[in-house]
């Protein structure tokens, strides 16, 4: 290497450049000195002496000065390194806010204190996030971009019915999960693993880290909540059936035993003739009641599904208002609306729920109103009585929960079930501002 490329790699340096300014800063001062010192008369012993103490004081004042400038320079390097090692406890000393390397050491420190702080929240949120997961009973599964897999929890390691170390960085098809990540983000299926078969709820998101795209799969069991909601189902149809049975049996039983004692009566009296008409009246009729309970569950159990096509509701509710001839309901105008719906059930709705409104106002000579109002993607539709209001909400939708004389009890079930079938919603509530009920029907546009 050449001397002139020597010397500009040396002076290339910052320590360099900092040791040739402090001694050019004091060159004048100190050869004015030596020119002055060897200009006298004075003996060759002086002349040298004071030579070798001005050189001695000018070049180590210089390199005092470049030790100055560069020791924080290198304090600061090490913090930073520190930091970037993911060191965060040392501290720079000299921190002071009276100079402005002091206040850069002051803000340094500070910098560090926030990002041992934030590092020390995310280790415990991560602590956490790990212990919620490792105790969940939800199968969790992380796959990078060439779908091998990275995190798998407890649940996973059951799932699959191997450890954790025999998963980790193998492909999602050799672990049979491949087809959940190119389907739908949610979906529910039937399928065999190896820790058994069952009914299965997959989830799947994606999400990047250190910038590449990763996928997550959640797969939940759905057998035991299946399972546990059929169990309640059939108690409850259970419950139903038999209190409707009992209704119905308990006095058919009677009567046919009292009829057996008049046939087997000997003498027979003079009206067991009559007493046999009206009991096997009864027993038609208690047989009928019988026949229609059983035709109402059916049909509330066949509802069909809806089939969508545009259906102006305007139009609509005129219609529906003009079939009520006991009480005609007073309409309240809206905007004009389209919704995509079925609309002989949506008819059937809006005829149950304005019957069920005039029924009520009926008993107080009150009236019912019918409007409608956007909100959003959503259109409601409000069905207003003047009635006594509801005495108890919990049954509404209860089947064949009736207060009606000769009511069957599923009206209201069925007009919900149509609501949610359409992706909407239907509630009653007692009216705040006045006596009577709401009915209000929910639906998207």
């Not at 560090?112 to 997961?133: F, I, N, P, S, Y």
């Not at 998963?167 to 820790?195: G, I, K, Y």
Request: glycine content about 8%.
């Amino acid at each position: 290497m050449s001397p002139m490329r020597r010397a500009a790699r040396w002076f290339a340096a910052h320590e360099n450049r900092v040791l040739f300014a402090s001694l050019m800063a004091g060159s004048v001062a100190v050869l004015f000195s030596l020119g002055v010192l060897w200009l006298e008369p004075n003996s060759t012993k002086v002349r040298w002496t004071m030579t070798v103490l001005i050189l001695g004081f000018w070049l180590g004042f210089g390199f005092s000065a470049r030790e100055r400038v560069v020791n924080p320079l290198r304090t600061l390097a090490n913090l930073l390194e520190a930091m970037r090692e993911g060191d965060y406890s040392i501290r720079g000393r000299g921190a002071s806010h009276d100079d402005a390397l002091g206040e850069v050491m002051t803000q340094l420190n500070a910098i560090g204190a926030t990002l041992r702080a934030q590092r020390l929240g995310a280790v415990e949120a991560t602590a956490l996030l790990t212990k919620v997961m490792e105790e969940i009973n939800v199968a969790v599964f992380t796959f990078d971009g060439e779908e091998r897999l990275k995190l798998v929890n407890r649940a996973g390691e059951r799932l699959l019915a191997q450890p954790a170390a025999h998963l980790l960085q193998r492909s999602a098809e050799e672990l049979s999960l491949s087809e959940f990540l190119h389907q739908d983000d949610a979906q529910t299926m039937a399928r065999v693993f190896p820790s058994g078969a069952g009914r299965w709820g997959v989830r799947r998101t994606s999400f990047r880290e250190s910038g590449l795209p990763h996928t997550l799969l959640v797969v939940t069991d759905l057998t035991r909540a299946l399972r546990e909601e059929e169990l309640q189902a059939w108690q409850r149809l259970v419950r139903v059936l038999a209190h409707e049975l009992n209704n119905s049996l308990t006095p058919i039983k009677s009567i046919a035993g009292s009829l057996t004692q008049i046939v087997n009566r000997q003498p027979r009296p003079d009206d067991w003739e009559e007493d046999m008409r009206d009991g096997l009246h009864v027993i038609g009729s208690r047989s009928e009641a019988l026949s229609r309970f059983i035709g109402s569950y059916s049909r509330l159990a066949k509802l069909p599904q809806p089939r969508l096509g545009a259906v102006e509701l305007v139009p609509l509710i005129h219609r529906v208002c003009t079939l009520e001839t006991r009480l005609a309901p007073r309409i309240v105008e809206g905007p004009a609306v389209t919704v995509q719906a079925d609309g002989d059930q949506l008819e059937q709705v809006l005829i149950n729920l304005v019957r069920n409104a005039v029924d009520a106002s009926l008993e107080t000579g009150g009236e019912v109103l019918l409007g409608w109002e956007c909100d959003g993607h959503m259109v409601t539709v409000g069905v207003l009585d003047e009635g006594l209001g509801l005495s108890n909400t919990a049954n509404l939708f209860v089947p064949f929960f009736t207060t009606k004389p000769g009511g069957s009890g599923i009206g209201l079930v069925l007009c919900r079930q149509i609501a949610e079938a359409h992706g909407g919603s239907l509630t009653l509530a007692n009216r705040a501002d006045a006596r009577g009920c709401q009915a209000s029907l929910m639906l998207p546009l």
